[in-house]
Nanobody, 127 residues
Framework: QVQLVESGGGLVQAGGSLRLSCAAS????????MGWFRQTPGEAREFVAA????????VYMDSVKDRFTISRDKAKNTVHLQMNSLIPDDTAVYYCAADDRLHFGPLVRQISNYQYWGQGTQVTVSS
């Protein structure tokens, strides 16, 4: 059984940092795609970042690409999201997602292309 377990969320002041982690068990995704999405109440879940393939190519949404960094620890089957210079608009529940396939272009941003999901971790940024 595949499980994705997120950790590292919390409350932080604007300008601060948090590091989210997602530990995968039951399957390895080193040749596939792992990503982070986020969702606020009443809004659609949106793509934040992804890392794909053995080469670890990364993709970001425009509003975070100079502040967030996604990385992967293959040995631990874990993906991280380092979030710096946080702003109140980053407040959301952050979800880890994974898929066995490599996704390119707009496909990497589509929720329907990820087979496995974590339960989410709350990130709250105060002003």
């Amino acid at each position: 059984q595949v499980q994705l377990v997120e950790s590292g969320g919390g409350l932080v002041q604007a300008g601060g940092s948090l590091r989210l982690s997602c530990a995968a068990s039951g399957r390895t995704f080193s040749s596939g795609t792992m990503g982070w999405f986020r969702q606020t109440p009443g809004e659609a879940r949106e793509f934040v970042a992804a890392i794909r393939g053995s080469g670890g190519i990364t993709v970001y949404m425009d509003s975070v690409k100079d502040r967030f960094t996604i990385s992967r620890d293959k040995a631990k089957n874990t993906v991280h999201l380092q979030m710096n210079s946080l702003i109140p608009d980053d407040t959301a529940v952050y979800y880890c997602a994974a898929d066995d396939r490599l996704h390119f272009g707009p496909l990497v941003r589509q929720i329907s292309n990820y087979q496995y999901w974590g339960q989410g971790t709350q990130v709250t940024v105060s002003s």
